[in-house]
Every structure is written in structure tokens, then in C-alpha cells.
């Protein structure tokens, strides 16, 4: 008894050092890099996480940066740093980090006791078992969270790709509806400079009065167009700090000045490319067909696991010692069996089956869609 638990406990050890020493900040680290990479960020947007507490002020560091006007590398590492809801996607990074670990670890063995009472000595048994089943899946059920937590990572990482897209949309408008305030702006000073003007020439007999109406109506209307572009580019702003995710007591998030236009990102040299040369780089940098394959693979080590667990499951092996009533001790191995009398884990491989065949179908219809979708882009 005493070498079968210590080879039990070992195992358990060895398993678990060998898990715990992946480091869930290496998984954070590694998630980020790739976010930023393929957002596109500069390395200047590469800042230390801010620490985040729901309902907590916003960092100083924060704060500062908002003073100035925002570049839109800067606000893309802001949202990386201060947005609650891709915080709450990076938490998910420790739920499957915690999942793999516990795949990976064995059962706690089940002792039981039993204490009988006679007339004279007593009778006292006790079991210490083990699924041997659950040492046999160990392997299979690493795997299925292994491409769990591969498939935790892709989501994630296309949830922050996604929102620096999204503030790099935001930050673009943003800096058209400033371009555009200033030129209404300055279009409503100089038509209201030329409403006075004619004001002056009409008092001075030099302008008749249709010209002076002309030009106080031609004032009205800039002036209303400087307004509705003023809504417009505080209407931008509150939706660049919407995107950053900026609690409501942040400062504003005012974009960088403009000097002429807004500049062109330089357009891309892909579409030169064939339209298969295309789908390939689609298909291997598509974070959503990454999710979808680990989700396969995921789904094809369970069925290899449920449909046995099933049929099988409980199947115990340990050592019994019970002391008889003439006060004798006893000590041998116990077993026990599950037999499949009602459930022969039909069912079971049946819906494995069945949910294995729907991950791969919905793999290839999110490969001929991603395929669909690059040539109807390019063309």
C-alpha cells in the first residue's frame, strides 16, 4: 500500500511542477505581442499593462497621455492598457491556464472506512482506490485542453486586434471631423467677416439690398455648418474614447492636430498578388480559422475519451486493510468495475461523433467563406 500511494503522490508532483512552470505572464506577454503585431502598432505603443480595478480611478499614467493630443499609436496602446472589456478577455488567458493544470492532474484517490460494531471487538475496513481509468486518460485529456486554451488564445488575441482597429477607425474619423470643424469654422468667420462687410457698403450706399440679404444668409449657413461640424467632432471624440474604453470622468480624448489633411496610409502592395496567393495568407493568419481548427482537434481528443469514460467509468483499482473481530489485520488489492449493463457508451460516441463532424464542417465552411471574402475584396 505504502509503494502504490507514493508512486500515486510522485506522479501527481511531477505532473503538476511540470504544468505550473509554464507562466501565466508569458501567456499575457505572448498575447500581447502578437495583438500588437498584428494591429499594426508601432513599437512606441508597447507600454507596461496599467494595473486595472473594476471601478477604479484611471491611472495617472493614463491621464497624462490624454493631455496631450493623441497620436493614434498611443491610443491604441491606451485601450490596450485601460479597457475593461479586453481585460476581462485577458482574464479568460488564466481560466485555461488553470484548466490545462488541472487536466493534467490525476484524481485525488478515494479512501473509505467502514467501522463495525459487534458484541465483542469491533470491525474496522478501509479502502484506498484509484481510478486507473483517469491515469490512462491523462494524456488525452491534456490534450483536449491544450487545444482549449489554443483555442482561449486565438479568441482573445482577435478580440484585441479587433478593438485596435476599431480605435484606429475612431482616431481616423476623429481626425477628419477636427479637419472638417476647422474648415467650417474658418468658412463661417469668413462669411461672417463678408455679412459685415456688406452691412458697412449698404450704410455707405455702395450695395444694394439684395447683396447684403445674400450675404447675411450665406453667414446663417455657416454658421449653422461650423455648429453641426463642431457636434460632429465632439460626437467623434466621445466615440474615439468610447472605443479606448475611457471611463465617463476620463479627459477627453482629443486627436493630434492636423496640418492640411488627414494622412493616407499608403495602399498595400497585396493586390498585386494572385487571388491564391491571397486565400493562403488569409487562411494561415486568420485568427478565426485558428479558433475553429483547435476546436476540432479539441473536439477529436474527446471523442476518444468520452465514449470509454462512459462505458467504463467507475473503474477502481486500490488496497483494502480491514482488522476482523478476533483483532487480526488483513491487507489486499480491491477492484472496481462498472458494468455496462444499461449504458455501453453508445450515445456517447454517438454525440462525439456527431460534434466532432460539426467542428470540421464548420471549419471548411469558415475556410471557403475566408476564401470567398479575400477574392471578392481584391477584386
Known sequence: MTRRAAATVTLALATAACV??????????????????????????????????????????????????????????????????????????GVARAEL??????????????????????????????SFLDLL?????????????AAVEAEVIAALV?????????????????????LARDAAAAALAHAELMDQLHEAGSVVDERRTTAAILAERAADGAAAA???????????????????DAPPARVAKVAGSAPQPPLPDALARPDHELVTQATQ?????????????????RAGVEPAQRWLDPAEVGIAAKRETSGEWGLGPVAALALPLFDLGGNARIAAAAELRRTELDTTALERELARAVQEAAA
Open 20 to 93: 505550473g512552470g509554464d507562466d501565466f505572464a508569458a501567456d499575457r506577454a505572448r498575447v500581447d505581442g502578437e495583438a500588437i503585431e498584428r494591429s499594426g502598432a508601432g513599437a512606441g505603443s508597447r507600454w507596461d499593462r496599467l494595473a486595472f480595478a473594476p471601478g477604479a480611478a484611471l491611472p495617472e499614467e493614463a491621464v497624462a497621455r490624454l493631455g496631450a493630443e493623441l497620436e493614434v499609436d498611443d491610443a491604441v496602446a491606451l485601450a490596450f492598457a485601460c479597457h475593461a472589456g479586453l481585460a476581462a478577455h485577458l482574464e479568460r488567458l
Open 101 to 130: 493544470r488541472q487536466a493534467a492532474l490525476p484524481r485525488n484517490p478515494v479512501l473509505t472506512a467502514s467501522w463495525k460494531f459487534f458484541a465483542g471487538p469491533d470491525e474496522i475496513e478501509l479502502t484506498l482506490s484509484q
Open 137 to 149: 486518460f491523462l494524456p488525452l485529456r491534456r490534450r483536449v485542453a491544450e487545444a482549449g486554451r
Open 162 to 182: 479587433h478593438q485596435a482597429f476599431a480605435v484606429r477607425r475612431a482616431h481616423a474619423t476623429a481626425l477628419h471631423a477636427v479637419g472638417q470643424y476647422r
Open 230 to 248: 463642431e457636434h460632429d467632432r465632439v460626437a467623434a471624440e466621445l466615440a474615439l474614447a468610447r472605443a479606448i474604453g475611457l471611463p465617463v
Open 285 to 301: 493568419r486568420s485568427l478565426a480559422l485558428a479558433v475553429a481548427r483547435a476546436r476540432t482537434e479539441a473536439a477529436a481528443a
